[in-house]
T-cell receptor, first 116, second 112 residues
Framework: SQTIHQWPATLVQPVGSPLSLECTVEGTSNPNLYWYRQAAGRGLQLLFYSVGIGQISSEVPQNLSASRPQDRQFILSSKKLLLSDSGFYLC???????????????FGQGTRLTVV | RKEVEQDPGPFNVPEGATVAFNCTYSNSASQSFFWYRQDCRKEPKLLMSVYSSGNEDGRFTAQLNRASQYISLLIRDSKLSDSATYLCVVNFPEGGGFKTIFGAGTRLFVKA
């Protein structure tokens, strides 16, 4: 069965510090991978998505970046965090199926980031 | 215009009530649709897929209107445990894969 791991679960970082959040998927190959952010009391905002190694699409201009060094690994990074980067960060994957279009997304348990 | 828009909420309803959520999407190439449920401080989880002919799962009924680019979720006989945020989700092909866009969510409070 497929599983998705995301860590850490909770993180408190000072303004200006770097960030690295990691997400890995097991039990599937060539997944679509996503990073979302959810600010307190707000909906999910798509930050990045990837359809393959080294292929990253950015949805929102910001001081965050994403990388996919391996097929099932997706990393969210920042060189200098801002207060506004606080939020609930969720990694998700969905299967790439050409014929079956009902590809639901599965989420990791999320990282709650507080920038102080 | 946002790619996926939902009722603003919150919806406050008594137990046993019927409540309906609406969602519209802007990309006519959208090909698959879902409703997710998110409990407080948890990750979203799939509630049900939405099929063209409409589908039902117990007290939950989902409808899709492709012509109007509109999705709905109906909850009958609301339970206290239905209190959560309901997210409308749309997939459309892009860049060789699928882009999955979530609505901002509608909060539901079911009260005794």
């Amino acid at each position: 069965s497929q599983t998705i791991h995301q860590w850490p679960a909770t993180l408190v970082q000072p303004v200006g510090s770097p960030l690295s959040l990691e997400c890995t998927v097991e039990g599937t190959s060539n997944p679509n991978l996503y990073w979302y952010r959810q600010a307190a009391g707000r909906g999910l905002q798509l930050l990045f998505y990837s359809v393959g190694i080294g292929q990253i699409s950015s949805e929102v201009p910001q001081n965050l970046s994403a990388s996919r060094p391996q097929d099932r690994q997706f990393i969210l990074s920042s060189k200098k965090l801002l207060l506004s980067d606080s939020g609930f960060y969720l990694c998700a994957w969905s299967a790439r199926r050409d014929s079956d279009l009902n590809t639901e997304a599965f989420f990791g348990q999320g990282t709650r980031l507080t920038v102080v | 215009r946002k790619e996926v828009e939902q009722d603003p909420g919150p919806f406050n309803v008594p137990e046993g009530a019927t409540v309906a959520f609406n969602c519209t999407y802007s990309n006519s190439a959208s090909q698959s649709f879902f409703w997710y449920r998110q409990d407080c401080r948890k990750e979203p989880k799939l509630l049900m897929s939405v099929y063209s002919s409409g589908n039902e799962d117990g007290r939950f009924t989902a409808q899709l209107n492709r012509a109007s680019q509109y999705i709905s979720l109906l909850i009958r006989d609301s339970k206290l445990s239905d209190s959560a945020t309901y997210l409308c989700v749309v997939n459309f092909p892009e860049g060789g894969g699928f882009k999955t866009i979530f609505g901002a969510g509608t909060r539901l409070f079911v009260k005794a």
